[in-house]
Antibody, heavy 123, light 108 residues
Framework: EVQLVESGGGLVQPGGSLRLSCSAS????????MHWVRQAPGKGLEYVSA????????YYADSVKGRFTISRDNSKNTLYLQMSSLRAEDTAVYYC????????????????WGQGTLVTVSS | DIQMTQSPSSLSASVGDRVTITCRAS??????LNWYQQKPGKAPKLLIY???SLQSGVPSRFSGSGSGTDFTLTISSLQPEDFATYYC??????????FGQGTRLEIK
């Protein structure tokens, strides 16, 4: 059974940093590109970032480019999102997401989602 | 970016009703369109991919159609567990994918 379990969310002040983690199981993690999608409270879904299966390629939405860094450790089956220079508008539930078996950053659809971790940016 | 516009934004319906939700793309996206269902406090769930393919385990009362710029999600006979928010998502411009704003389906 595929499982994606996020952790690391919490309350952080504007300008602060936070690192999210996503522990994956039930599939060959190292063979899949992985993604982060976020959802502000009461709002819709926003695609944030992606990383290829070997970590060699990354993608960022314009809204987070230069502030967020996605990475992965295939030996630990774990995906990360390092967030810095956080703003109030980054407040959201962050979902770790996988799609079909592709190694490169090609989004088809998202077939498994974690439960999400809430990040609140506020003073 | 390709803009995805869903209509209506909210909808009230009764158990047993046939319901259709529309998603329109700002440019042609061929059949690169997916549909998700999200219940309060839960992660989204994939229903339909590639415009009309039913995800494994999803009831057959859900169906999708369309290509180019206009797409529909149809629920043939609403069940109590179907009341949720539905999102479309285009993957044509990967990795710059975008979601629709959502359609909230409520009980009448």
């Amino acid at each position: 059974e595929v499982q994606l379990v996020e952790s690391g969310g919490g309350l952080v002040q504007p300008g602060g940093s936070l690192r999210l983690s996503c522990s994956a199981s039930g599939f060959t993690f190292s063979s899949y590109a992985m993604h982060w999608v976020r959802q502000a409270p009461g709002k819709g879904l926003e695609y944030v970032s992606a990383i290829s299966s070997n970590g060699g390629s990354t993608y960022y939405a314009d809204s987070v480019k230069g502030r967020f860094t996605i990475s992965r450790d295939n030996s630990k089956n774990t995906l990360y999102l390092q967030m810095s220079s956080l703003r109030a508008e980054d407040t959201a539930v962050y979902y770790c997401v996988k799609g079909p078996r592709v190694t490169m950053i090609v989004v088809a659809y998202f077939d498994y989602w974690g439960q999400g971790t809430l990040v609140t940016v506020s003073s | 970016d390709i803009q995805m516009t869903q209509s209506p934004s909210s909808l009230s319906a009764s158990v047993g009703d046939r319901v259709t939700i529309t998603c329109r793309a700002s440019q042609s996206i061929s059949s690169y369109l997916n549909w998700y269902q999200q219940k309060p406090g839960k992660a989204p769930k994939l229903l339909i991919y590639a415009a009309s393919s039913l995800q494994s385990g999803v009831p057959s009362r859900f169906s999708g159609s369309g290509s180019g710029t206009d797409f529909t999600l149809t629920i043939s006979s609403l069940q109590p567990e179907d009341f949720a928010t539905y999102y479309c998502q285009q993957s044509y411009s990967t990795p710059s994918i975008t979601f629709g704003q959502g359609t909230r389906l409520e009980i009448k």
